[in-house]
T-cell receptor, first 109, second 112 residues
Framework: GQNIDQPTEMTATEGAIVQINCTYQ??????LFWYQQHAGEAPTFLSY??LDGLEEKGRFSSFLSRSKGYSYLLLKELQMKDSASYLC??????????WGAGTKLIIKP | SQTIHQWPATLVQPVGSPLSLECTVE??????LYWYRQAAGRGLQLLFY??????ISSEVPQNLSASRPQDRQFILSSKKLLLSDSGFYLC???????????FGSGTRLTVV
């Protein structure tokens, strides 16, 4: 079966750095997405990786290792507004998105 | 620019009542459209997707159905709601299958 694993919940301090990991086992691979979802709202696109390596976008970076079936989302200089769930999704060989259950990130002052 | 509209934002319905959720996309043509359900603490579950008018693919057997009467309109329906239909319903669109998804604002459905 297809599976996306990410931690259920993480806690970090304002101003610090946090890394959210995602491991996947899917039928084929055609890209990995990270989405941010604030409570009660729709997910919004953060990043997309299809090749190995690091993609940096402001305070957020996303890393991919296809050989390891692994990605992480790195958030720097954490702000209180970063408190949200972060969803990892992998596009399989049929171009369907397989979603992880999300990681709830709690930021403390 | 492209926008996606989904309504209503919240809905409380009794068991056995019908359901109709609507989603429309503006600013693009022939989008791929999706209906997802998100249960608390769980990942997004794909319910239906459509690559064109009248073309609906169902991913999960359930008492829900979907229709696409117009290019940019996607409707989720049920004839008789069950308690288990409660959840957060999200409509999304993408341009071609190779691009990411943009989500509507979601509908919080509570079946009582």
């Amino acid at each position: 079966g297809q599976n996306i694993d990410q931690p259920t919940e993480m806690t970090a301090t304002e101003g610090a750095i946090v890394q959210i990991n995602c491991t996947y086992q899917t039928s084929g691979f055609n890209g990995l997405f990270w989405y941010q979802q604030h409570a009660g709202e729709a997910p919004t696109f953060l990043s997309y990786n299809v090749l190995d390596g690091l993609e940096e976008k402001g305070r957020f970076s996303s890393f991919l290792s296809r050989s390891k079936g692994y990605s992480y989302l790195l958030l720097k200089e954490l702000q209180m507004k970063d408190s949200a769930s972060y969803l990892c999704a992998v596009r399989d060989s049929n171009y369907q998105l397989i979603w992880g259950a999300g990681t709830k990130l709690i930021i403390k002052p | 620019s492209q926008t996606i509209h989904q309504w209503p934002a919240t809905l409380v319905q009794p068991v056995g009542s019908p359901l109709s959720l609507e989603c429309t996309v503006e600013g693009t043509s022939n989008p791929n459209l999706y209906w997802y359900r998100q249960a608390a603490g769980r990942g997004l579950q794909l319910l239906f997707y459509s690559v064109g008018i009248g073309q609906i693919s169902s991913e999960v057997p359930q008492n829900l159905s979907a229709s696409r009467p117009q290019d940019r309109q996607f409707i989720l329906s049920s004839k008789k709601l069950l308690l288990s239909d409660s959840g957060f319903y999200l409509c999304a669109w993408s341009l071609e299958r190779v691009y990411g998804y943009t989500f509507g604002s979601g509908t919080r459905l509570t079946v009582v």
